[in-house]
């Protein structure tokens, strides 16, 4: 079969069923053993019912009648695709509102990608694997040639084909393999602050909190690792207080709260580095469906008491989770921060009534921001 696309325009109804038929008479092996072929990869993911789809959206495209692209279609594609298929095709186009119309274009209809259940999608997996790229495109390239044949019979001009989306949704498919992924950008620091209690002996109460921002709006930051260095006024350092965050999704900034008693001297400095240990795809937002209701704050003794109700969002339940809050005076600036366990689970649109009492009286506390924290892999589970 000739596929110089010149040669494509003006060919008669005879011409045009004689090459359909060649072509959909046609193998497409895409392993040395032969054992794979790309002309039928499933009985329900294959050629003979993926040209028969696009052959009648094409007639749909150029205003064809429906008896007449029926008629053309049993004509050209029946005696090679079969009746069977012919007849199941044409049932489920003269109902496209139907679960079967539905079904079809799913698998067959022109815009595909690459995490699509479509033929296409399905071949260029199997010819990746196959390292037989090439062989895929010339068996595209007959595949669009011949319905651009049907597009273009007896002497028509359209200004559309329907053909030529499939190979539109290659070439993104294509551009998607071939265009280096950008890196992520690393996790920032966007402020911190806290408070220090009072001394006992050679010790005593820090409540601190630290905005941990996740800058990229189409990735999840996973395991994330948080070190906060507390440095003496002469440089020197107390301790480094090395914690971890489940995850932050994308665009947010995680609210980490943590108190600590520390032994030494007072803390002059205070530096945090943020990293995360992967990333991963994902542009909507899933660790924010879990919310505090009826907060309050109040002095008790020497500490400040934040309490009220979590309810869960979620429809599934999550074995642990923390509660990270942060203490803000009324211009928002950061005066400390805790954190608080719920390890006996969190079920599904449950209500958790909680108080915590950080041990540092946090002076001029006016309002309390929090985030909550747990393994977003609890909600993939069954």
Not at 205 to 212: E, K, Q
Request: hydrophobic share 40%.
């Amino acid at each position: 079969m000739d596929t110089a696309y010149q040669n494509i325009a003006g060919k008669s109804a005879g011409e045009v069923a004689r090459d359909i038929a060649d072509f959909l008479g046609r193998s497409c092996p895409v392993h040395a053993r032969q054992e794979m072929d790309l002309a039928f990869l499933l009985p329900d993911l294959c050629m003979k019912e993926q040209f028969s789809f696009a052959l009648l959206m094409e007639a749909r495209t150029q205003g064809w009648q429906p008896a007449a692209a029926e008629g053309f279609y049993l004509r050209a594609c029946a005696p090679v695709v079969g009746e069977q298929t012919a007849q199941a095709m044409l049932a489920a186009f003269r109902q496209p509102e139907g679960p079967a119309y539905r079904g079809y274009l799913e698998k067959y209809g022109c815009d595909f990608g690459l995490s699509s259940h479509a033929y296409w999608t399905a071949c260029l997996a199997v010819a990746i694997d196959a390292r037989s790229i090439s062989t895929l495109m010339e068996y595209l390239r007959a595949f669009t040639f011949c319905l651009m044949e049907f597009a273009y019979m007896d002497d028509r001009n359209p200004d559309v084909t329907y053909a030529w989306r499939y190979y539109e949704s290659f070439q993104r498919i294509l551009g998607e393999l071939t265009t280096a992924p950008t890196q992520p950008e690393p996790l920032k620091v966007c402020s911190l602050g806290g408070s220090a209690g009072r001394r006992e002996g050679n010790s005593y109460p820090l409540s601190l909190g630290v905005d941990l921002q996740n800058p990229n709006p189409d990735r999840m930051a996973w395991n994330v690792q948080v070190d906060t260095t507390l440095k003496d006024r002469d440089g020197n350092v107390i301790t480094v207080i090395g914690d971890r965050v489940n995850c932050i999704d994308p665009g947010a900034v995680f609210h980490y709260g943590i108190t600590r008693r520390i032994h030494g001297p007072a803390v002059a400095h205070i530096s945090v580095s943020v990293r995360a240990g992967d990333f991963t795809r994902l542009t909507t937002p899933v660790m924010k469906h879990i919310r505090v209701t009826r907060a309050g704050v109040r002095r008790e003794g020497d500490g400040r008491r934040f309490s009220g109700s979590l309810v869960s969002g979620y429809d599934c339940d999550i074995r642990v989770c923390a509660l990270h809050y942060q203490f803000l005076s009324d211009r928002n600036k950061i005066l400390g921060g805790g954190c608080e366990w719920l390890l006996d689970g969190f079920p599904a649109g449950a209500q958790k009534d909680f108080s915590v009492l950080c041990p540092v009286p946090v002076p001029g506390a006016a309002k309390v921001v929090y985030s909550i924290d747990f393994n977003a892999q609890e909600l993939l589970r069954d």
